[in-house]
């Protein structure tokens, strides 16, 4: 999986990723995972990923797949 940058010197941070995604909520949990969630969903649409590229990512994805599903 390709690293998610802003410029070629700078990661993408978590404050990034919820700027990319403003209908989403992002956090570090305990152990470090970051997590988000779409409020109102039903049902909770929640995903996860060990960096926060990998974040950003798992949000596209799901994203897309609920895209597909919408009228």
Avoid: C, N
Wanted: proline fraction near 7%; avoid cysteine; aromatic fraction near 8%.
């Amino acid at each position: 999986m390709d690293l998610v940058k802003l410029d070629s010197m700078t990661e993408i941070t978590l404050s990034d990723v919820q700027d990319r995604h403003p209908h989403w909520h992002v956090w570090t949990g305990v152990t470090g995972i970051f997590y988000a969630r779409r409020p109102l969903t039903s049902p909770p649409r929640v995903v996860r990923g060990s960096s926060p590229a990998e974040l950003d990512h798992a949000i596209t994805r799901d994203e897309k797949a609920h895209a597909a599903l919408q009228w």
